[in-house]
């Protein structure tokens, strides 16, 4: 008795009456929009009522659904990674089994194809339950409904914000609302056209969306090879995806699994053998996972997190950061790389023979790096390491060797004499020829000493160190009067250094900067004028790979500088539409005349100069230039053909100082380790494999000028 007072008191609250009022309403507008003739007298209330019904919104974003954006090769066909926050491949109804929708059908709205946008009947039904008995409240949405609510839902996660009450926990007024979309959405949409958009909507367990990612994941079979019990039990999920997940609670899907197969015999979708059947089947799962993100990419993981850094950084996809990440992980793009799928395994290839990072005691690092210099492409980026946390392994890192700080990177390493060449284009540059006899006898600059640095006041710059600047060649001797070319493709310190004090601090500065060659975090003061070690590559602060092979495609073009680009183009993955095209960003930094003169002296490298014996078989048409630290720290070889220009480096991440020699590298140990030792060699068999893939014609000879002896 008391329980009837207490029921009898709660009927009575002010809520519960409006809660009266307002099913009402929405039966009043049903009956009005659905029963009654367009031509039937209404009263002025009820017209008035009808016109602000009329005046709610009728229209919604029907897609595109959330859906994971995958990023590709070059080719647009091989796969790296994908990102996606649903997991979601949208698919027609012709592609679903027929027992999925009967399924779907039979225990979400068997009335489906009867009724209209919404169900008076249902309605009614619900709206004395819920005023009888509140605590347990109905629903009465028609499949139709469902399927506005969660393009709602999708709509308000893709826009970055919260589901509104119309995805969530509906009042009244949304109700209303509801019922209004859902009687447009019919007017504009088929029968079979909104049973196929549910169908590729509803989530499905976890971050599974839809029946194909659905069938895939739980089964690993397609959305049309769905049995009668499978897809039972996936119409069982609808109502709660995460309580009836048959890999999470098997007990609980079955038992939901069994009241769907009642609602499909019940309805005849099934015979009652077919029915005794599913009963009595197991659950039995084979659980098909679709990774995601870039550590998936294997060895290209590097690379891709290179690239997806670059989309996030195109305003094209968002104002802010989260927008642009909204959009990667919804917007369902195909993110075509620049990345050529045989050069990538090549350049990992070579990476690894140099030091497997399987057994690597001695914490070496090798790295490689390679962009077509006609538009900047980056076409293999490739490091002795796996992406991940290091561990005492060292199989595994999260930094890209071969970036700077920006893109995943480290702030870069010494470049050591890979820095000469640009040393050698602003010499000719200044009117010198690469000919010119020179004094290569000196080892010492004293503090009085001032080197040409018309920027500064007074036009010259002197060391701060008191005993001057004292340096070596790296295999003592070959301190004697020669040619700029014979010192440079020899990288003789002494002779570079003679260069250095007869060129404008300056001017070589700006043609660094002009020529983009910065530290690993982007400065564009690697190094101070009054450090003369810097000409030569002694900086302070180091670069990167990917930095010096874009430096060295100047060059290879005949002078023009291309940025380092990632991505070839943005497609929608749903329908193919072309979303953004990357061009190249070019611009001219050098005369042709001028880098025909580098290529000149630099492919003498190649034959008799410090890199002899890591030529590639392309005599006029290759060129490169060794690079070692002092001590043999960092280790380098940057060369290219007109079509590939390549950076090689061997060294230490974490043990920048320590030098190589010594050291176990692939078991061996060396007492001495230069640039053309083991990067030499790492660049000499990629490009050996990868050159011929893209453009060798020669390179033209510079004009006598250049060849001549002036200085």
């Known amino acids: 008795m008391a329980s009837s007072k207490n029921l009898r008191k709660r009927h009575r609250t002010p809520g519960d009456f409006l809660q009266f009022i307002a099913l009402s309403i929405i039966a009043g507008f049903v009956t009005a929009l659905i029963l009654v003739p367009p031509t039937t007298a209404l009263s002025t209330t009820a017209s008035a009522s009808l016109n602000w019904f009329k005046g709610l919104p009728d229209t919604l974003s029907e897609g595109p659904l959330s859906e994971p954006s995958v990023i590709y090769a070059k080719d647009g066909k091989t796969e790296l990674a994908s990102y996606y926050s649903q997991n979601r491949t949208e698919i027609t109804l012709d592609d679903m089994s027929q027992h999925m929708k009967d399924a779907i059908l039979s225990s979400e709205d068997r009335k489906f194809y009867e009724?209209?946008?919404v169900s008076p009947l249902g309605i009614a039904r619900a709206a004395v339950n819920n005023i009888i008995n509140p605590g347990a409240r109905q629903g009465a949405s028609t499949l139709t409904q469902q399927y506005v609510n969660n393009l709602l839902i999708d709509a308000a996660e893709q826009s970055g914000t919260e589901a509104d009450t119309l995805g969530a926990n509906k009042d009244y007024l949304d109700k209303i609302k509801e019922i209004k979309l859902a009687i447009s959405m019919e007017q504009n949409l088929s029968k079979d056209d909104i049973l196929e958009g549910y169908l590729n909507i509803i989530n499905l367990g976890g971050s599974n969306y839809g029946v194909e990612a659905a069938a895939y994941y739980y089964w690993g079979i397609s959305a049309k090879e769905l049995d009668i019990s499978q897809s039972a039990i996936l119409a069982g999920m609808v109502v709660s995806p995460n309580i009836y997940r048959p890999d999470v609670n098997p007990e609980l899907?079955?038992?939901?699994?069994?009241?769907?197969?009642?609602?499909?015999?019940?309805?005849?979708?099934?015979?009652?053998?077919?029915?005794?059947?599913a009963l009595n089947e197991d659950i039995e799962l084979d659980i098909h996972n679709t990774p995601?993100?870039?550590?998936?990419?294997?060895?290209?993981?590097?690379?891709?997190?290179?690239?997806?850094?670059?989309?996030?950084?195109?305003?094209?996809?968002?104002?802010?950061?989260d927008d642009r990440a909204n959009s990667l992980y919804r917007g369902g793009y195909k993110i075509i790389t620049t990345l050529d799928p045989d050069a990538q395994a090549e350049a990992k290839k070579q990476v690894e023979a140099t030091q497997p990072s399987s057994n690597n005691v001695d914490d070496v690092n090798s790295s490689l790096v390679s962009v077509e210099p006609s538009n900047g492409n980056i076409v293999a980026m490739a490091q002795n390491s796996a992406y991940g946390e290091q561990?005492?392994?060292?199989?595994?890192?999260?930094?890209?060797?071969?970036?700077?700080?920006?893109?995943?990177?480290?702030?870069?390493?010494?470049?050591?004499?890979t820095f000469k060449p640009v040393l050698l284009a602003q010499w000719i540059k200044?009117?010198?020829?690469?000919?010119?006899?020179?004094?290569?006898?000196?080892?010492?600059?004293?503090?009085?000493?001032?080197w040409p640095a018309s920027c500064v006041e007074g036009g010259f710059t002197q060391t701060p160190d008191t005993d001057g600047y004292k340096f070596q060649n790296a295999e003592g001797g070959a301190q004697t009067w020669g040619t700029v070319a014979y010192g440079m493709k020899n990288s003789i310190n002494s002779y570079t250094m003679k260069m250095a004090s007869m060129t404008d601090a300056c001017a070589l500065n700006e043609l660094r900067s002009a020529m983009h060659i910065t530290d690993g975090a982007g400065n564009?003061?690697?190094?101070?004028?009054?450090?003369p070690s810097a000409y030569i590559g002694g900086w302070r602060n180091g670069t990167t790979p990917l930095i010096m092979a874009s430096a060295y495609a100047v060059f290879a073009s005949g002078g023009m500088y291309c940025e380092p680009k990632s991505l070839n183009k943005v497609e929608s993955g749903k329908t193919g539409e072309e979303i953004k095209t990357y061009e190249a960003s070019c611009e001219r930094v050098l005369e042709e005349n001028v880098a025909n003169g580098v290529n000149y002296v630099l492919k003498q490298v190649l034959v008799d100069g410090s890199g002899y014996q890591r030529g590639i078989g392309l005599t006029d048409a290759s060129a490169a230039k060794t690079g070692t630290t002092d001590n043999s720290t960092q280790t380098w070889t940057v060369g290219y053909t007109r079509g590939l220009s390549t950076a090689s480096w061997v060294g230490s991440m974490n043990w920048g100082s320590r030098s190589l020699n010594g050291l176990s590298i692939n078991g061996k140990s060396l007492d001495y380790v230069d640039g053309a030792t083991?990067?030499?060699?790492?660049?000499?068999?990629?490009?050996?494999?990868?050159?011929?893939?893209?453009?060798?014609?020669?390179?033209?000879?510079?004009?006598?000028?250049?060849?001549?002896?002036?200085?």
């Open 524 to 531: 564009d003061e690697p190094y101070a004028l009054n450090q």
């Open 292 to 321: 995601m993100g870039c550590s998936t990419a294997g060895d290209s993981a590097h690379f891709c997190y290179y690239a997806v850094t670059d989309f996030l950084n195109d305003e094209t996809f968002g104002a802010t950061e």
């Open 430 to 450: 200044d009117g010198k020829g690469v000919n010119a006899y020179i004094d290569g006898t000196s080892l010492h600059y004293p503090q009085s000493f001032r």
């Open 253 to 277: 899907s079955r038992e939901r699994r069994d009241i769907v197969l009642g609602t499909m015999f019940r309805d005849g979708k099934i015979t009652e053998e077919e029915y005794s059947s």
């Open 391 to 417: 561990d005492e392994t060292n199989q595994s890192s999260y930094y890209n060797f071969n970036a700077g700080t920006s893109h995943g990177g480290t702030a870069g390493y010494q470049p050591g004499s």
């Open 678 to 711: 083991y990067a030499g060699l790492q660049w000499q068999r990629y490009m050996q494999a990868e050159a011929k893939n893209y453009n060798t014609d020669r390179f033209e000879n510079p004009s006598a000028s250049v060849l001549g002896t002036n200085q």
């Open 115 to 117: 009724h209209g946008a």
